[in-house]
């Protein structure tokens, strides 16, 4: 007899968030650009998403890296690394959340990151700097 566990997992490995830029279903993108191409055989994000995860002031949250100073590129490539993860992958269903928010259904939470790679990020982010205490709230987007 089947548990059908297995068959719930797969469902939440192959999917898109209902969020911005993402495509209703993941499917091959031939030219993922920098960080993003790791997904490129199975993945959430358009081509042109994947480019825009890479520009300093992109147009994909009008949010700009270096809004309290220039981050340092060691340090930025994790968040691009992040938001590459975020646009792209399919693999992120155990970990979508409903969201309430005007430009998306769903987010992600709680998503586990290798300790190496979290010791990492500190390190390459530790003398950088941000004027915000929580990103998920509270900026004044009256100037674009």
Known sequence: SSTGVPAVRDSLLNICMDAKHHKREPGPEGQLYGQCVLWKDNACCTANTSMEAH????YLY?????H????PEK???HFIQDTCLYE???NLGPWIDQSSSSWRKERILHVPLCRE???????DCQDAVTCKVNWHEGWNWTSG
Request: charged fraction near 25%.
């Open 55 to 58: 520009q300093d002031q992109s």
């Open 62 to 66: 009008g949010f700009n890296w270096d």
């Open 68 to 71: 309290c100073g220039v981050m």
């Open 75 to 77: 340090c930025k490539r």
């Open 88 to 90: 792209c992958s399919p």
């Open 117 to 123: 790679d979290c010791e990492q990020w500190w390190e």
